[in-house]
Protein backbone atom coordinates (compact mmCIF):
# COMPACT_ATOMS: atom_id res chain seq x y z
CA UNK A 1 0.00 0.00 0.00
CA UNK A 2 1.35 3.08 -1.07
CA UNK A 3 1.70 5.92 1.72
CA UNK A 4 2.50 9.45 1.40
CA UNK A 5 3.25 11.78 3.96
CA UNK A 6 3.76 15.80 3.05
CA UNK A 7 5.82 18.31 5.59
CA UNK A 8 7.79 21.44 5.75
CA UNK A 9 4.78 24.18 4.90
CA UNK A 10 3.70 26.98 6.99
CA UNK A 11 3.94 30.62 7.14
CA UNK A 12 7.14 32.89 5.36
CA UNK A 13 7.25 36.00 4.14
CA UNK A 14 7.19 37.34 0.21
CA UNK A 15 10.72 36.49 -1.10
CA UNK A 16 11.29 33.88 1.86
CA UNK A 17 12.11 30.21 0.97
CA UNK A 18 10.54 26.57 2.43
CA UNK A 19 11.39 23.09 1.88
CA UNK A 20 8.73 20.37 1.50
CA UNK A 21 8.85 17.04 2.15
CA UNK A 22 7.24 14.13 0.81
CA UNK A 23 7.91 10.58 2.77
CA UNK A 24 7.15 7.81 1.01
CA UNK A 25 6.16 4.07 2.18
CA UNK A 26 5.00 1.08 -0.14
CA UNK A 27 7.04 2.42 -3.37
CA UNK A 28 10.48 3.84 -4.18
CA UNK A 29 10.55 7.29 -5.13
CA UNK A 30 14.05 6.84 -6.91
CA UNK A 31 12.37 4.73 -9.51
CA UNK A 32 8.96 6.26 -9.56
CA UNK A 33 7.61 9.32 -11.44
CA UNK A 34 6.42 11.80 -8.90
CA UNK A 35 4.44 15.25 -8.94
CA UNK A 36 4.01 17.88 -6.76
CA UNK A 37 0.69 19.69 -7.09
CA UNK A 38 -0.96 22.58 -5.34
CA UNK A 39 -4.65 23.62 -4.50
CA UNK A 40 -5.45 27.46 -3.75
CA UNK A 41 -8.83 28.32 -1.64
CA UNK A 42 -11.56 28.01 -4.39
CA UNK A 43 -9.29 27.18 -7.09
CA UNK A 44 -8.69 23.48 -9.10
CA UNK A 45 -5.51 21.44 -7.94
CA UNK A 46 -2.41 22.10 -10.13
CA UNK A 47 0.35 20.51 -11.21
CA UNK A 48 3.17 22.29 -9.54
CA UNK A 49 6.67 20.14 -10.40
CA UNK A 50 7.42 16.80 -11.89
CA UNK A 51 10.08 14.22 -12.08
CA UNK A 52 10.17 11.17 -14.28
CA UNK A 53 11.61 8.11 -13.13
CA UNK A 54 14.80 9.03 -14.36
CA UNK A 55 16.26 12.83 -13.55
CA UNK A 56 13.67 15.34 -16.29
CA UNK A 57 11.92 17.70 -14.78
CA UNK A 58 8.70 19.66 -15.61
CA UNK A 59 7.82 22.91 -13.98
CA UNK A 60 4.58 24.83 -13.71
CA UNK A 61 5.31 28.83 -16.09
CA UNK A 62 4.49 30.31 -12.72
CA UNK A 63 7.27 28.21 -10.49
CA UNK A 64 9.70 27.79 -12.74
CA UNK A 65 13.51 29.06 -12.08
CA UNK A 66 11.81 29.52 -8.25
CA UNK A 67 10.92 25.91 -7.37
CA UNK A 68 13.02 22.48 -7.70
CA UNK A 69 11.79 18.85 -7.32
CA UNK A 70 14.29 16.37 -6.46
CA UNK A 71 14.45 13.42 -4.23
CA UNK A 72 16.47 11.17 -1.96
CA UNK A 73 16.36 7.85 -2.57
CA UNK A 74 18.48 6.40 0.39
CA UNK A 75 15.43 8.32 2.75
CA UNK A 76 12.81 7.44 -0.21
CA UNK A 77 11.56 10.87 0.09
CA UNK A 78 10.76 13.65 -2.50
CA UNK A 79 11.40 17.81 -1.75
CA UNK A 80 10.26 20.54 -3.27
CA UNK A 81 12.50 23.38 -3.03
CA UNK A 82 10.59 26.89 -2.80
CA UNK A 83 12.64 29.94 -2.80
CA UNK A 84 11.48 33.57 -4.01
CA UNK A 85 7.93 33.01 -2.67
CA UNK A 86 5.00 35.23 -3.71
CA UNK A 87 1.73 35.50 -1.78
CA UNK A 88 -0.05 33.58 -5.06
CA UNK A 89 1.73 30.41 -4.21
CA UNK A 90 -0.49 30.00 -0.68
CA UNK A 91 -1.95 26.74 -1.09
CA UNK A 92 -2.21 23.04 0.01
CA UNK A 93 0.94 21.19 -1.70
CA UNK A 94 0.09 17.83 -2.27
CA UNK A 95 2.81 14.84 -3.33
CA UNK A 96 1.87 12.01 -5.43
CA UNK A 97 3.05 9.34 -7.64
CA UNK A 98 2.28 9.80 -12.03
CA UNK A 99 0.14 8.51 -13.22
CA UNK A 100 -1.60 9.97 -9.28
CA UNK A 101 -2.90 7.58 -6.93
CA UNK A 102 -5.13 8.85 -3.16
CA UNK A 103 -4.44 12.02 -2.49
CA UNK A 104 -2.84 12.84 1.18
CA UNK A 105 -3.22 15.60 3.17
CA UNK A 106 -1.47 17.97 2.13
CA UNK A 107 0.87 20.46 3.74
CA UNK A 108 -0.19 24.37 3.86
CA UNK A 109 1.79 26.81 2.40
CA UNK A 110 1.17 30.69 3.19
CA UNK A 111 3.31 33.39 2.26
CA UNK A 112 2.08 36.97 3.57
CA UNK A 113 3.53 39.73 5.37
Known sequence: QVQLVESGGGLVQPGGSLTLSCAASGISVAGT???WYRQAPGKQRELVASITSGTNTYYY???EGRFTIS???AKNTLYLQ????KPEDTAVYYCNTFP???WGQGTQVTVSS
Open 82 to 85: MNSL
Open 61 to 63: DLV
Open 71 to 73: RDG
Open 100 to 102: VGA
Open 33 to 35: AMV
